[in-house]
């Protein structure tokens, strides 16, 4: 077999296609991975809708293949490389990151000064049947008893989650509680690690009932339906009084922000994470509380991937999924576009280890 299908972007500013491409080839020092499960981001989209002038400013170069949150089996290696055996489960790091530079040297792997082109975004990512890693000393992680079928989504989904939660969590305290705004594929692992690393209770915000049936399942306290102002008062009486010490917004709107910052209480923290391009405005009076901190991010560093991978070998950490082929892949993105899909979406490309 020469060829496999991998869905792409061709063109800036159009949907991405499935072609058929050339299967790749390990060079010295490259491991070959046969894509078990690769998960969908709505970064995809944002990125196949992108003027080409942005792609080619981050020296992204067409046609490339997306999937930035992949898991699979070693499947072949270039000269150099050791200590891996054939249909070994392993999980791929997306973003690229040196090394060397001065945020990479401090663990801040997601600041890296030189990490703009990642797997899946710039150079081909796991929405194929192989996928070739350049650098799998920093790239390849093994999975052990995870299944690489469903164990994509912790690589970017989970390990953002992680980093947001590991930013706030020192400001919550037991009596305290943790707002996360959005309770879809992001929010599934945020509510868990909110429960998981701090003593407060969990409040998931989110307008779809499914959503918020799914985050009670996976252990949040309390839900509440919107961010209007009438629900600022709701949210005052499910939480009996307990100040939101946490606020992690998954959304990042100007709505969900200026919620935020009218519940936040003395000292705490909120982190955006959503893109939605919202701003913070800061009244000098009825502004936010003392001592608020802030933070702004998208990523995650080497070390919240390695967490999450870890709780969920533990058995700590659910990966909610739902299963499409890859010939299926424009009906997944249409499905968490209209906010309809119950979980993660993952492609699977490949679906058994080769055995022979
Ligand atoms: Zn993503
Ligand atoms: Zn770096």
């Known amino acids: 077999m020469s060829t496999m299908s991998a869905l792409r972007i061709v063109e800036w500013g159009r949907a991405p296609e499935i072609v058929d491409v ?3 080839q390990p060079a010295a020092g490259q491991v070959r991975v046969r894509v078990a499960g690769c998960g969908l981001c709505h970064s995809d989209l944002t990125m196949a809708a992108m003027p080409g002038e942005i792609g080619e400013a981050l020296g992204w170069q067409l046609p490339f293949t997306l999937g930035h949150e992949t898991a699979g089996w070693v499947d072949a290696w270039g000269s ?10 392993v999980a791929l790091v997306a973003p690229a990151s040196c090394g060397q530079c001065r945020a990479c040297r401090r663990g ?12 899946g975004y710039g150079r081909d990512g796991g929405l194929a049947e192989f996928v070739i890693v350049e650098d799998p000393d920093r790239s390849l992680l093994r999975l052990g008893n995870l299944d690489p079928r469903f164990a994509g989504p912790l690589t970017d ?3 953002t989650s992680h980093h947001a939660v590991a930013r706030v969590a020192t400001r919550v305290r037991d009596d305290g509680a943790v707002l996360v705004i959005g309770a879809g ?6 509510i868990q690690l909110s429960k998981l690393v701090t003593g407060g209770k969990v409040v998931a915000v989110d307008p779809l009932p499914h959503r918020r ?4 399942e996976l252990g949040a306290d309390f839900v509440v339906d919107g961010v209007g102002t009438a629900t600022v008062s709701e949210l005052g009486g499910v939480l009996g009084g307990l100040p939101v010490d946490a606020v992690v917004d998954l959304v990042g709107s100007n709505e969900t922000i200026a919620f935020a910052t009218k519940v936040i209480a003395p000292a705490g923290s909120i982190v955006v994470v959503g893109a939605a391009g919202g701003s913070l405005r800061r009244p000098v009076l009825g502004g936010l509380p003392g001592d608020v901190e802030l933070w702004s991010f998208q990523g995650s560093d080497l070390a919240d991937v ?3 991978l870890d709780h969920a070998a533990a058995g700590e950490l659910k990966v909610e999924t739902t299963s499409y082929p890859l010939s299926g892949v424009m009906d997944a993105y249409e499905a968490m576009e209209n906010g309809t899909l119950e979980a993660r979406a993952v492609v699977h490309p490949a679906s058994t280890p080769k055995l022979d």
């Open 22 to 24: 050339a299967v790749p």
């Open 80 to 89: 150099g490389v050791e200590g891996y055996t054939e249909g070994e489960p």
């Open 108 to 119: 801040l792997e997601s600041a890296c000064a030189n990490g703009v082109v990642g797997r």
């Open 157 to 159: 989904a989970g390990a």
């Open 185 to 190: 594929g992001l929010g599934s692992f945020v």
């Open 213 to 216: 049936d799914k985050a009670l």
């Open 306 to 308: 390695r967490a999450v």
